[in-house]
């Protein structure tokens, strides 16, 4: 099996009905090939994988943003909104 370029971990929203939301996804060549549960996509996990990990990745910048802007919810970034 090839190895995926980017793999996203976290709550995916997708637009099948039958699997409303999945664990992971990842991408190679700029599109999606596999979406499902996180250990089923942990096997396209190779090497040069740049791995997302989403609910880690927002423990570490909740401090910095409530820092930042003294409540998430007012945060938005430059030039957004």
């Known amino acids: 099996m090839l ?3 980017l793999v996203i971990q976290g709550t995916v929203l997708t637009v099948d ?3 409303p939301t999945a664990e992971a996804l990842a991408v190679s060549d700029g599109r999606i090939i596999a979406v499902g549960e996180r250990a089923d996509i ?6 040069g994988t740049e791995v997302i990990d989403m ?3 927002a423990l ?3 401090p ?3 820092t930042r802007c003294g409540r ?10």
Do not use: H, K, M, V
């Open 3 to 5: 190895a995926a370029d």
């Open 55 to 57: 609910y880690e990745d």
């Open 72 to 81: 998430a919810a007012a945060c938005w970034p430059p030039g957004s909104g």
């Open 60 to 62: 570490r910048r909740w």
């Open 17 to 19: 009905e039958l699997q």
């Open 42 to 47: 942990e096997s396209w996990i190779g090497p």
């Open 64 to 66: 910095a943003t409530t």
